[in-house]
């Protein structure tokens, strides 16, 4: 089991930058990738960062050259740093980590609002 743990959220102003953390406990071992996941109201949840174990990192189309994921050596806690923000970044962001035997775990969410 893997328990995962948001934060960061807020709210800010179109351009600025947000970091979001994800605090991950339990059996961390069997985690071979984490990501992250957002979604609004009506819509359905899409990707916006992955990373593995390996460090190869992926991006949604959206979030592309503005977005970074990472994470420490021991899947502790993975980051995102959100960069030139948009209000159609709005959104619900959740944490999700993947283990070897394929289960799916994801944290509660942070909410991030970009306004002016």
């Known amino acids: 089991q893997v328990q995962l743990v948001e934060s960061g959220g807020g709210l800010v102003q179109p351009g600025e930058s947000l970091s979001l953390s994800c605090a991950a406990s339990?059996?961390?071992?069997?985690?071979?990738?984490m990501g992250w996941y957002r979604q609004t109201p009506g819509k359905e949840r899409e990707s916006v960062a992955r990373?593995?174990?390996?460090?190869?990192?992926t991006y949604g189309d959206s979030v592309k050259g503005r977005f970074t994921i990472s994470r420490n050596n021991t899947w502790n806690t993975v980051y995102l740093q959100m960069n030139s923000l948009k209000a159609e970044d709005t959104a619900v962001y959740y944490c999700?980590?993947?283990?070897?035997?394929?289960?799916?775990?994801w944290g509660k969410g942070t909410l991030v609002i970009v306004s002016s």
């Open positions: 999700h980590a993947r283990v070897i035997t394929g289960m799916d775990f």
């Open positions: 339990g059996v961390l071992i069997n985690i071979n990738a």
């Open positions: 990373i593995t174990g390996g460090d190869h990192t």
